[in-house]
């Protein structure tokens, strides 16, 4: 059953990790998926989430929760990968790293 629920995060998380976002501070926003570990970078700050253990707490409304854990409340606009931004992000990766 907890399956199920990781398997409706993690195709959320994926379609989510295809786009960019930029707060109203300039700063970005995105989610990274590396085989079962989700990264999220936010400004110049990269965390894990860990979709199991929130699997485990909200089961069928994980996806709900996520969501509102990664965008509730913040004002931001998606914007296009292009060349200078995916090289933006990959120094603000680079450096954290």
Known sequence: METNYKKQVMNYL???????????DESYFKVFIDGETVKVLEGNKLTILDVDQYVKWYLENVKN??????????EMK????????????????????
Do not use: C, G, M, W
Request: positive net charge; charged residues 30%; glycine residues 0%.
């Open 65 to 74: 929760v996520v969501s509102h854990r990664l965008f509730l409340n913040k």
């Open 78 to 97: 998606s914007v296009k990968q292009t060349k200078y931004v995916k090289d933006e992000i990959s120094e603000i990766l680079k450096n954290i790293k």
């Open 14 to 24: 994926t379609k989510t990790s295809a786009h960019t976002f930029q707060k109203k």
